[in-house]
């Protein structure tokens, strides 16, 4: 199917019909064409950019986005199984030096050499062989069934003949099945904070015990010795939060933990505020005594290689971004400036194929008007010829008034011919006074079909099909201009119908627009002819039927009045003309500006 769109023939289009994707140049305004051409790759610039906004940066800073989340989210987890991993080996650590203090003296206590009632002299060997295993051995004590200490070595000889039966850590590891015991920190007969690791022995159905205490000081000395990672402060509370081992310089026994773990969770990690610093803190149980093992770190010691990490891939990501942003802007305004310029280019050759076009128009025009006149003036004067014959004797012609009214019939017929052809120009000028009113398009329409009906259509077998909108608006315009292009369109219709068919009328109204269709089931318009059928003179009726002037008439009237024919034509089917008429005040704007 081809379209042939009669804009070019139009100047002053509404400007709401120039954004029509069927839109054609119109060569009757460059500046305002140059300026429509800039105007349009302005706008193709900035829906460019707008794309590499939409495309390229808002998915990058979308993906960023995420990837942000993610690495932060990695990053404390990475923090947090980092100190719990510092925090498990810990108190592995603390487990094992446990268990090496009770093996210390539970050799001892089980030694071939040991007597249920030692002299001062073993027990100060016994003592002397605790702090060889190790320093943090303060002193050595056993106990008979009773409680009563009744052998002891070390710096408080007082404590020699003391009744511990009463005392807590005494009481629980007689009560327990196990046969030693790591009780908490606490101060004692000597009034200074220690804790004791004791081991009991059944011998003849009565229970021995032997204890020996240890100094926090060394503890915490070696806590801080298998402390791992930057800035990590380890401590070790109970189950109430009381602090057993910890830094001298932040709190002393008997202080509570700023920090006690979740009584439901046996190990994990946390973080809370203390100082009005973020910490991280991470907990595991020591297994050979009630105690908890407590690991904090700073969280952004504890972040601050991964927070660099993303500080730096994230000033990367910005800076790249920016550069290939830069680059892609860049690149878009140089090819669309490049395009503007052979777009601009190409509207001087339009102008120039324009004025081309115009000036073959007005050949083919004069030789159109030359031949349609010169055919009656030849009649004319053949037939004056005759009539001048007719009256000389020497001829012996007819000459009776008869004869000569007859041959005068002719002339007038063809001068009558020559009339109606400059009638039609003048038409196609605008050679007339403007009478603009609210027209009915509907009822324009029922005017001319019936007028029609009585002589155009009555030979042939054509039915017209209406599908006339109800509630169509009223347009400015002058009625009989408008009459005529309906008439020439609906001529031209039946003209393509051999002898029978269907003329479909079909009137519509969108936004500022109201569309007349004027469909037929005729022969159809060739390709190599839809581009001229507009043209003044043009005609395929032959035998002397038209003068082609009647769609060249209608293409003009239609201008005038600030509107534009399209036509759809597939040869052999059937053709299409839809006539675009303004509603609005534009109308009469350009109607005015015709005039002018």
């Not at 100190?83 to 603390?94: G, R, Y």
């Not at 010169?374 to 008034?401: C, K, Q, W, Y």
Request: glycine letters at 6%.
């Amino acid at each position: 199917m081809r379209v042939w769109d009669t804009s070019h023939l139009l100047d002053d289009i509404p400007a709401h019909k120039q954004a029509s994707a069927e839109h054609v140049y119109d060569p009757a305004d460059s500046q305002a064409n140059l300026y429509r051409i800039r105007f349009h790759f302005k706008q193709l610039q900035a829906r460019l950019i707008l794309g590499l906004v939409l495309g390229f940066l808002l998915p990058n800073a979308l993906l960023s986005a995420y990837f942000h989340f993610q690495f932060t989210h990695t990053l404390k987890e990475s923090a947090k199984l980092s100190l719990a991993a510092v925090a498990e080996s810990q108190k592995n650590t603390i487990d094992l030096y446990l268990q090496e203090r009770v093996v210390n003296l539970y050799n001892l206590f089980h030694s071939k050499d040991f007597s249920l009632n030692p002299t001062q002299e073993q027990m100060d060997t016994l003592l002397a062989s605790l702090k060889n295993f190790n320093d943090g051995f303060v002193d050595v004590g056993f106990f008979d069934p009773k409680g009563v200490q009744i052998a002891y070595a070390g710096p408080f000889h007082a404590l020699l003949g003391m009744d511990y039966s009463h005392e807590a850590w005494y009481r629980t590891l007689l009560e327990d099945n196990r046969n030693y015991l790591i009780s908490d920190i606490y101060l004692g007969f000597r009034k200074i904070p220690h804790f004791t690791i004791a081991i009991k022995q059944v011998f003849d159905n009565q229970t021995y015990m032997m204890r020996a205490s240890l100094d926090p000081d060394k503890f915490y000395i070696f806590l801080r010795s298998i402390s791992q990672g930057k800035e990590v402060e380890s401590t070790l509370i109970n189950h109430q939060g009381i602090y057993q081992v910890v830094d001298p310089g932040r709190s002393q026994f008997p202080n509570r933990s700023d920090y006690i773990p979740p009584a439901a969770s046996p190990a994990g990690v946390e973080e809370f505020e203390r100082d009005d610093q973020k910490m991280l803190v991470a907990f595991a149980p020591i297994k050979e005594t009630p105690w908890i093992l407590l690991a904090m770190q700073p969280v952004s010691v504890a972040q601050a290689g991964m927070i660099k990490a993303r500080l730096v891939l994230t000033i990367s990501l910005v800076v790249i971004s920016l550069l290939i942003s830069t680059m892609i802007f860049f690149t878009i305004k140089r090819l669309v400036d490049r395009a503007r310029r052979m777009a601009e280019k190409g509207q001087q050759l339009q102008e120039m194929l324009a004025h081309a076009s115009k000036l073959a128009s007005i050949g083919e025009l004069a030789a159109g008007v030359a031949h349609e006149i010169n055919n009656p003036l030849a009649i004319i004067m053949a037939t004056s010829g005759v009539i001048r014959d007719m009256l000389n004797p020497e001829f012996e012609l007819d000459h009776s008034p008869e004869a000569i009214y007859k041959e005068l019939s002719v002339i007038d017929t063809a001068a009558n011919r020559a009339k109606g052809i400059t009638r039609k120009l003048q038409d196609m000028g605008k050679s007339r006074v403007p009478s603009v009113v609210e027209c009915d398009v509907n009822g324009l329409l029922g005017e001319v079909v019936a007028s029609l009906k009585k002589v155009e259509l009555k030979p042939k077998h054509i039915e017209i099909a209406n599908n006339l909108a109800s509630d169509l608006p009223r347009i400015f315009a002058e009625p009989e201009p408008l009459r005529q292009v309906f008439a020439n369109i609906l001529i031209n219709a039946s003209d393509a119908i051999d002898d029978k068919g269907t003329i479909s009328i079909t009137t519509e109204a969108k936004e500022d627009t109201i569309l007349v269709t004027i469909t037929d089931s005729g022969r159809g318009i060739p390709p190599e002819n839809l581009h001229r059928i507009f043209n003044p003179f043009f005609t395929t009726k032959g035998g002397g039927r038209g003068t082609g002037l009647g769609l060249s008439i209608a293409a003009s009237i239609v201008k005038y009045l600030g509107g534009v024919i399209r036509v759809n034509s597939i040869p052999g089917t059937g053709s299409s003309f839809t006539i675009l008429l303004p509603i609005n005040a534009q109308a009469q704007k350009t109607i005015k500006q015709h005039d002018k």
